[in-house]
């Protein structure tokens, strides 16, 4: 264990933008993109530099820097959907009400997951400090040691996890101190998790936040070795993966939603990690592979016949189950062949459309190629140019490229609808795969239906191929409702902006907004 | 039962935060609301009041589409004036508007930036333009609507010199997006004054004229509050501002009985000539029992047993509304009625009165809790008798009513097992449907 980049000592880990040189605002083809990220450099060096602040050969990943944006997810968000999703420990929001209006969102996710997961179904349990304009002025410390106290004698959960908010960090509450008191008072692990919504220019890092303090204060220090368990970073996903996994003779162990807190710590006893998506797990694993020596899947992600095999050809070289694995795969191919070809007929001359998280959509994509669907674009809601592991054969989009072409408009755009007009109307496609929200209402009115992939497993290995291609059957006869929405509906935006084809003409030219736009608006004529 | 000890926690929140009132803005047709906070807030408010709430949707300028700033860490060190600046630009270029509304969140306050000069050099160019302070933990969202509502009367509406118009009304009742049933609620009430005689701003909905509607809300001869506390500040203020009376009802009526008291009350009210409203009660009374009657036979002679007993949990407006219906009406005896919404503590006796006065001979305490876990420990103990419990509440009960093998039905947020596009449980035709999907999930699930 040779290099260490993730740094277990502090308790908050370092900015997704620090870190690997994400961003958030770009556009071209995806073949631009894998040369601009530099992968293969990045993965050697330092991997941080990034258009944050780097300089050098490694800066190269220039941001398109637009004056309008619109709503989002944060941080924050994102550790109350992984952390607030453990079925015996407890999370609290540290921060006013509004922090956690989104607990029923959760609760629904949560309750679906553990369906999916044959565990019983009960509430979500998110705590909120509830903080006041009083709690501002005075400090909120002690509302933060009353909730503290009330989950550990209402619930006793195994540990609790304290969020901070964008209030809470601007007014200098030191979550880590009141968590070191409160753990020693309590005697299990109290978890600080530094996720205020300012801090990283991407919800993603709240994937990493949440990682860091389950890697940091849960996960086992003293490991004995579980032959057959598996880790896979995942979310709320139905669980294909044992079926993968089972002739490999694995059992998986989920993280971090739906996990109790044992399922967890004994994440260190693992022989592997492997995940659906690099975006979400690359973190997690690196940490496991250089704090505890579990070696991470170094291939590409299970999406596509291709991908596939390589990432069971990967996983039977850690766990020397080599041969079976190629008679596995061999049988599997022939399994699925005559549905394949069947469905390859039935959805010939489709066309699809990918919003989705990073490293996913890079999957989602191979998926619609295998089945011989055009892709002429995609929204990705960040770009990682690296991921943090910096293993070679984790490079998704460059994987995607060069096993099924390139994706000529590909954009990195973080959930703004008001660019999704123009961006559709280059490409051609029949529906659009989303996840996170905002984007497929919009689509819906250009007469384009959506696949939300709520279960995002769905896609994964031989028979997710399958699955999708079935689905996409279903999705592409809601065309019908779509139609009846855009003939009668209107988008809310001006016509001067839908007149626009560069979805970041503003980032190229903002001397545009100086000039009128010869409609009315605001209650303005502005010529 | 075990003493409730109400802290600062709130597990299983039933409200979102004052800068909530960006649904209030988004309510209204052509309204824009541009959050003035950090990337998170304004999606985190969606889910509480339209996502997670009967899945209402958010119209073109609400949901994904809602400007924001999205706060980083640069806005918090070097304050945020200047993206906002940016923003409110670019979003009078591209969103399509009639009256944008400037929210600021936790972030921007706590900083102290200075939202109003920014605005006022948009303002000063002709737009229509405000701002409001909604910082998050100024309150919940009902505050944030009567904080937003103001703003838009003082800065938009403006001073009014002119004739009042003797039949036109402002409607203060339910609270958009937040009362789950808001859009079907509000379209009855209209329907029920306009045909009494009335002309009705609605100001928020299909219904809604928008800021024509607003820019009129002077020349109404009064303001008509139909809500136990929500809206009597800002009939207040308008009281101040324009001179003009108002009318408080309290509870939200449903049925025919409670209805036809409702519009003689506002009738006598306005002093407007009753025989138009006497001769539309007529009719939609006898269209009432017509339904009623064949009703009956169900509820007469279903052999397979109803619930008797029910608790109701959730805000003011509703609890008390479907506590009176239910035990006046109904004749269903209320067991544990719990509200939720977080009233200010001088509001409360007379909260709590309403529900001493119920139907003859059936009264109740109400209790205010705004924490889950203690509302459903309070369920929980809660003693239902032979019958099925029933529970008119949010998602958050399912789980006790699972325990207490109970019939929940959402009426309010959060409602994740309801999609609700314009259903109404108030007034003549409300109440029917409300007794519809009470029964159907009586004799459902067999």
């Not at chain 1, 005075?138 to 550990?152: C, E, K, M, N, V």
Request: hydrophobic residues 40%.
């Amino acid at each position: 264990m040779a290099k260490r980049t993730i740094n277990l000592d502090m308790t908050a880990c370092d900015n997704r933008e620090m870190r690997i040189g994400s961003i958030t605002s770009w556009d071209g083809s995806a073949s631009e993109l894998v040369a601009a990220s530099n992968y293969e450099e990045r993965g050697k060096g330092e991997k941080k530099k990034g258009c944050a602040g780097g300089k050098g050969k490694l800066c190269q990943l220039c941001e398109l820097h637009m004056p309008f944006s619109q709503q989002t997810m944060c941080a924050n968000a994102i550790v109350g959907c992984q952390i607030g999703n453990i079925t015996d420990c407890i999370l609290i929001d540290h921060g006013p009400i509004g922090c956690s209006a989104n607990h029923a969102r959760f609760n629904l996710g949560y309750k679906m997951g553990l369906i999916r997961r044959g565990k019983p179904v009960e509430n979500l349990r998110i705590f909120s400090t509830n903080l006041k304009e009083q709690d501002m002025v005075f400090g909120a410390s002690d509302r933060l040691r009353q909730t503290i106290q009330d989950a550990f004698d209402r619930y006793h959960p195994r540990a609790i996890f304290i969020s901070m908010s964008c209030s809470t960090a601007i007014i200098g509450e030191d979550i880590d101190s009141v968590a070191d008191e409160k753990e020693a008072e309590l005697g299990i692990p109290i978890v600080p998790l530094h996720c205020e919504g300012f801090r990283s220019k991407h919800w993603s890092t709240g994937f990493d936040i949440s990682q860091h303090g389950v890697v940091r204060q849960i996960v086992k220090r003293d490991p004995v070795k579980q032959p057959d368990l598996i880790n896979i970073v995942a979310l709320w996903g139905t669980d294909y993966f044992t079926d993968i996994l089972k002739p490999l003779g694995l059992r998986v162990n989920y993280m971090i939603d739906m996990a109790s807190y044992d399922e967890l710590a004994q994440a260190s006893e693992a022989v592997a990690t492997a995940t659906f998506c690099h975006t979400l797990g690359s973190y997690m694993a690196t940490a496991l592979e250089e704090h505890f020596g579990v070696p991470q899947i170094d291939a590409p992600q299970p999406y596509g016949i291709a991908a596939t095999d390589a990432w069971l050809r990967a996983i039977a070289k850690i766990v020397g189950k080599e041969q079976e694995t190629e008679d596995y795969i061999q049988r599997e191919h022939e399994r699925i062949a005559p549905r394949l070809a069947e469905l390859r007929e039935e959805l010939k001359g489709l066309n699809g459309f990918v919003m989705t998280g990073s490293s996913y959509a890079h999957g989602l994509i191979s998926v619609l190629r295998e089945l011989g669907l055009g892709v002429e674009g995609s929204i990705v809601f960040h770009h990682d140019p690296v991921y943090d592991s910096g293993h070679e054969h984790q490079n998704t989009l460059k994987y995607l490229v060069d096993s099924y072409g390139d994706v000529p408009h590909f954009t990195v755009s973080k959930t703004q609808p008001f660019q999704l007009y123009a961006i559709l109307n280059r490409v051609k496609t029949d529906f659009v795969i989303i996840r996170h929200n905002g984007l497929a209402p919009v689509a819906a009115k250009l007469g384009i239906p959506a696949l939300a992939m709520g279960d995002e497993h769905f896609p994964v290995g031989y028979d997710g191929i399958i699955r999708v291609g079935e689905i996409l059957l279903d999705i592409v006869a809601r065309k019908k409702f779509n139609q009846v929405l855009a003939r009668h509906t209107e988008l809310g935006y001006t016509n001067w902006w839908l007149s626009q084809e560069d979805p970041f003409i503003l980032a190229r030219k903002p001397e545009l907004l100086d000039e009128p736009i010869y409609e009315e608006n605001g209650g303005r004529y502005d010529g | 039962m075990a003493e409730l000890k109400q802290t600062n926690t709130i597990v299983h929140p039933r409200y979102g935060c004052a800068i909530g009132a960006a649904y209030t803005v988004a309510a209204i047709p052509g309204g824009v609301p541009i959050a003035n906070c950090g990337p998170g807030c304004v999606d985190k408010q969606y889910f509480a009041l339209s996502g997670s709430n009967g899945f209402q949707g958010s119209g073109v300028a609400a949901g994904g589409d809602m400007p924001s700033v999205n706060f980083g860490e640069n806005e918090v060190v070097f304050g945020g004036a200047k993206k906002l600046d940016g923003l409110i630009k670019s979003a009078l270029k591209i969103v399509k508007g009639d009256l944008f509304v400037v929210l600021t969140g936790c972030s921007g306050e706590l900083i102290g930036d200075n939202v109003e000069s920014v605005v006022k050099a948009y303002k000063k160019q002709g737009y229509n333009i405000v701002f409001a302070d909604t910082a998050g933990f100024k309150g919940n969202n009902l505050r944030g609507h009567e904080i937003v509502v103001k703003a838009i009367i003082d800065q938009f509406v403006g001073d009014f010199k002119g004739r009042r118009r003797r039949t036109l009304i402002n409607l203060w009742a339910e609270v958009p997006y937040f009362n789950t049933f808001w859009r079907g609620d509000t379209a009855e009430l209209k329907r029920i004054l306009e045909g009494a005689g009335f002309e009705v701003n609605v100001l928020f909905g299909p219904q809604s004229a928008g800021i024509s509607e607003w820019q009129r809300i002077p020349r109404a001869s009064f303001n008509l509050v139909v809500s136990p506390w929500v809206g009597v500040g800002i009939a207040k203020h308008l009281e101040e501002k324009y001179g003009q009376p108002y009318l408080h009802i309290p509870v939200l009526p449903i049925g025919e009985e409670a209805t036809s008291a409702f519009l003689r009350k506002v009738v006598d009210f306005a002093g407007i000539d009753p025989q138009k409203a006497e001769r539309f009660i007529q009719t939609e009374a006898h269209e009432y029992y017509y339904y009623l009657e064949h009703f009956a036979d169900f509820f007469a002679e279903y052999w397979f047993g109803l619930p008797s007993r029910f608790a109701a949990v959730g805000d003011s407006a509703y609890n008390i509304a479907l506590t009176k219906f239910l035990s006046d009406q109904v004749g269903l005896i209320p067991v544990k009625q719990i509200i939720t919404d977080n009233p200010p503590e001088k509001k409360r006796d007379s909260i709590a009165a309403l529900y001493h006065d119920l139907t003859q001979g059936v009264e109740t305490d109400p209790v205010f809790l705004e924490d889950g876990y203690l509302i459903e420990q309070a369920l929980e103990e809660t003693d239902f008798g032979s019958g099925v419990p029933l529970i008119l509440g949010s998602s958050w009960e399912k789980d006790v009513a699972a325990k207490k093998k109970g019939l929940l039905l959402e009426v309010g947020t959060p409602a994740t097992e309801e999609v609700v596009i314009n259903r109404s449980y108030i007034g003549y035709r409300g109440a029917l449907t409300l007794l519809e999907n009470i029964y159907t999930a009586t004799v459902g699930g067999k």
